[in-house]
Structure formats: structure tokens, C-alpha cells
């Protein structure tokens, strides 16, 4: 099986099993934002105690690359403390924008996945929506 094979396997069974996909009943700040380009939208929201992200889902419609990466990026914030959380956002925007390397970032897991999606410009954005709207509702949190 190629690398591209794998990542695409593994983009689409968040796809078709998003992690953490829903609302939270008692989260503490949320935010909704879409890509007008492709029509994808997603709603963040969290339950933070104190400085920790105890609990983050998404719910979203929109493509496969949308959703699977809102459904990755959840995983990886679970537990995470804010700043954490926040260096790893700034860290995929990075890459997405290929100033890094997912090489040089193994906490990713998941979401290397995503590293086709780069060569895809008008892609990229689908990609990053849920990131950024993440980075937005912890730095207004
Ligand atoms: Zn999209």
C-alpha cells in the first residue's frame, strides 16, 4: 500500500466515523464558521475547566476533507491545555501553509493525512476550517 493510499484510508474513515462529532451540553464556548469557497461549515464547541480542554466535538457539513479534519483536530485537543492547544493549531496552520513539515511533527498522528491536501490548493482551506476556528474560540476564551 502507498503512503498516499494509507492517508487517504485513513481520511476517509474520519469521514465516515467523525470522533467527537455533535454538540456538548454543557460546553462552555462555542463558535460557528464556513468556507465560502467550498460550502463546508462547522460549529466548534468545548467545555473548558480552568486551563484545560476537557471536552471539544464539532458539528459540521460540508466535504470529506471538512469534516475529517474537524474530526481529527478534535482528537488531538482532547485534554490538552489551552496553550498546548493553541501551539498545535499554529503548528498545522504552519504546515498546511508549508512553512513546516509533518516529518518534523509526529504528535500529529491522524492528521498527517492531510498532507496531500497541501498539493491541493483550493483544498486548503477545507483543511484548515476547523483549526482555525478553534484558534479563534480559544483566543476569545
Ligand atoms: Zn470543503
Excluded at 46 to 72: N, P, Q, T, W
Aim: with cysteine.
Amino acid at each position: 500500500m502507498s503512503l498516499e493510499h494509507i492517508y487517504q484510508t485513513i481520511l476517509m474513515d474520519h469521514y465516515q466515523n467523525p470522533r467527537n462529532a455533535g454538540t456538548i451540553s454543557n460546553a462552555t464556548c462555542s463558535l460557528h464558521e464556513h468556507n465560502p469557497l467550498c460550502g463546508d461549515e462547522i460549529t466548534i464547541s468545548m467545555k473548558l475547566e480552568g486551563d484545560r480542554i476537557s471536552k471539544v466535538a464539532f458539528d459540521g457539513k460540508g466535504c470529506a476533507i471538512s469534516i475529517a479534519s474537524a474530526s481529527m483536530m478534535t482528537e488531538q485537543l482532547q485534554g490538552k491545555s489551552v496553550n498546548d492547544a493553541k501551539q498545535l493549531i499554529d503548528t498545522f496552520l504552519s504546515i498546511m501553509r508549508g512553512e513546516k513539515e509533518f516529518a518534523d511533527h509526529p504528535e500529529f498522528e491522524d492528521a498527517m493525512a492531510l498532507e496531500g491536501v497541501k498539493k491541493l490548493h483550493a483544498r486548503i482551506k477545507c483543511a484548515t476550517l476547523s483549526w482555525n476556528t478553534a484558534k479563534k474560540l480559544l483566543s476569545e476564551s
